[in-house]
DNA sequence: TATTGTTATACTCTATAACTATA
DNA sequence: TATAGTTATAGAGTATAACAATA
């Protein structure tokens, strides 16, 4: 057990660090999920997006980013994607803004996407029982609403 | 209770996702993170890079990314940045590869960063007392183990 | 005045391919 | 042959600023 024989095995000062862990998890998660919908052709943020209209019809493009915490800038692109696919259609509620919700197209390939997602969570999230999984919901919850506060239902 | 009303209560079809809820929160931590390095003037891969670095003496550049899950393209222009700011030096082991180890600059910039990733997890996850943490820990390093296997000691 | 949607732009992390040089 | 390091490039998410049109 000399010096030199210690050196040899990395230590990582991060191992201890929630940030850290959370973000390498994140990471591996992201890419397991994206290989997932490749398929598909769709990116995860419109994946969420689709998703997230189709669970609530006529809402607003801001709003969607609002509650999913995606600045307008960066729905634009998502919104226009999913509608140049003819997943969802935009219906106008004034001069300014639109209702969104899926067409059939949509509706059918969110019912895909809700399988490619459920294979991810599986694979990623299956080694825990049921327990352990609604604590860890549960305490990924606290600290999200910690910090960002509570969701605005607007 | 009519639907019009119903229907202006958003709906989060993901609350129960694992991997979205662990995808915004590690977001959001990565966004406060960031912040908190800003007026060091670094990245937080950087930071992570530098304290690896720091606490693992004389390591290869590649070993650095084998064990932090970072590829070799991207490790280059990490490497070169602290290089270049004397925080690291690498010294050469052989025709091509190099020691890296923490200049005295370094390992001062290195404490100054310990304190701001310190500040970063107490104010995002200062709210878990010290079991939830533990097991909030342990259960990501399961979940992170179960995908990516052991880490490479090389 | 505030909000909606858009465009342009930039930054960070990540990913692959291709190349040189060395073990 | 395999490994170390580099460069170039691309994709994904996120951020700000600025603008036009509308509430």
Excluded: W
Excluded at 15 to 29: M, V
Excluded at 38 to 49: H, I, L, M, N, Y
Excluded at 69 to 92: D, F, V, Y
């Amino acid at each position: 057990m000399n010096a030199s024989l210690a050196a040899s095995k990395l230590v990582d000062p991060l191992e201890t660090n929630l940030g850290y862990q959370l973000r390498r998890l994140s990471a591996a998660a992201m890419a397991d999920l994206s290989a997932r919908l490749a398929s598909s052709g769709v990116k995860p943020s419109e994946a969420t997006v689709l998703l997230f209209i189709q669970a609530n019809p006529e809402t607003t493009q801001s709003a969607v980013g609002r509650r999913l915490s995606i600045q307008r800038a960066n729905m634009a692109p998502i919104i226009a994607a999913l509608e140049e696919r003819n997943l969802i259609r935009r219906t106008p509620l004034n001069g300014r803004s639109f209702g969104l919700a899926c067409t059939r197209t949509g509706a059918t390939f969110a019912e895909k996407l809700k399988k490619s997602v459920a294979s991810h969570e599986a694979a990623f999230f299956g080694a825990l029982d049921g327990k352990e999984r609604e604590r860890l919901i549960r305490t990924i919850a606290a600290l999200r609403n910690a910090v960002e506060g509570e969701p605005d239902d607007a």
